[in-house]
């Protein structure tokens, strides 16, 4: 499914329409690779296992998909030509890395449609086999990704990162991510106005052709991470037009309802959600601890509240597991926890 020249606007919205109106990401990816024991304490994170267990990427996409999701974000997050040569592999090695992220992803949804075939009872409406419709999202984090110190949750990259160093840093990957046959390209965890804005540009001066969501990282509920206004970022996204989608990745569950207010005074555009676990990353230490002050509850009880407001897509980030993803699917698709308007439709 690619974009084939259908307005990005369009393409989503179709898509959100076949998924019945709302659609389930995916949960987090790197922490269910360490759930499989994977040690991730590493410059590439979970790109990584792009080189040691491209079989472990492959099936934590399959519990994904079984546990619900209509959207699969590939393992390209901090998989970057610049990483992957800092580990002593070539341009052309590095380039095919980012790839194979989307094949993978790709090989999981069609393991996963042939499976569902073949115990097609599961998957018969009006005596027909549906597919539950399924994305690949090509992973874009960001600069603060890459360098691996934590800065993706401070958007700080100091005096000498301009606009243009971040669109050349990011350039060559995304040519590659939006013509290996991935649906969309996800740019994640934006920690800053700058890099939105590169991206945008990148988006244009590239004539990217598949659409995009961009996913803003907050640790306030009111700014993202570099206290840059959450709603000038997403009016970036705003006047993009490849940009489809608008949302919120990597952060508390606690934060999202005023974020989607925001979100949503500057776009109409489709809103993406998907919260971290409520814990804090401590980059220093590499581990991830439990935040203090408000108690975030189980944050799948609010899915059907940020719907409510207006959200559209609905996932977990770190630290979400497939069982956050399947509990998520449940309650999307309770007829029952529908809003009055909603029922009403
Ligand atoms: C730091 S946010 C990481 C996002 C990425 N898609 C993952 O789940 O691994
Ligand atoms: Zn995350």
Not at 21 to 26: K, L, T
Not at 248 to 254: D, M, Q
Not at 328 to 345: G, H, P, V, W
Request: glycine content about 8%; some cysteine.
């Amino acid at each position: 499914m690619g974009l084939e020249g259908v307005e990005p606007s369009v393409f989503v919205s179709d898509f959100l329409a076949k998924c019945g109106g709302y659609a389930v990401v995916d949960g987090g990816f790197a922490t269910e690779l360490e759930r499989h024991g994977q040690d991730l304490n590493d410059p590439l994170w979970s790109a990584k296992c792009l080189i040691s267990s491209p079989h472990l990427v492959r099936r934590v996409h399959l519990d994904y998909l079984d546990a619900g999701a209509n959207v699969i974000i590939t393992a390209s997050y901090q998989a970057t030509i610049q990483g992957f040569e800092a580990k002593g592999l070539s341009t052309e090695e590095a380039e095919t890395l980012i790839s194979r992220s989307v094949e993978i992803a790709c090989e999981a949804r069609q393991i996963y449609h042939d499976k569902c075939t073949k115990d097609s009872w599961d998957f018969l409406v009006d005596g027909n086999i549906t597919r539950r419709p399924v994305l690949v999202a090509a992973s874009v984090g960001s600069y603060g990704a890459y360098l691996a110190d934590g800065s993706e949750y401070t958007g700080n990259y100091g005096d000498s990162v301009t606009l243009e160093s971040l669109k050349d840093f990011h350039r060559r990957r995304l040519q590659i991510l939006a013509t290996s046959g991935a649906d969309l390209i996800a740019f994640e965890t934006i920690p800053n106005k700058l890099e939105a804005q590169a991206y945008a540009e990148l988006l244009e001066e590239e004539g990217i052709d598949i659409p995009s969501w961009f996913s803003f990282t907050s640790k306030d509920g009111i700014n993202v991470v570099s206290g840059d206004s959450i709603c000038d970022c997403a009016s970036i996204a705003d006047s993009c037009k490849q940009v489809a989608a608008v949302g919120i990745n990597c952060t508390p569950p606690r934060f999202i309802h005023g974020l989607i207010l925001s979100i949503r005074k500057v776009t109409n555009k489709p809103v993406v959600i998907y919260p971290n676990s409520g814990e804090t990353y401590d980059a220093e230490r590499k581990t991830w601890v439990k935040s203090t002050g408000v108690a975030d509850e189980d944050f799948v009880s609010y899915a059907a509240k940020w719907r409510d407001i207006g959200a559209s897509l609905f996932g977990g980030c770190c630290r979400t597991t497939p069982n956050t993803i399947r509990a998520i699917s449940r309650i999307l698709f309770d007829k029952s926890s529908l809003t009055l308007s909603k029922a009403d439709m």
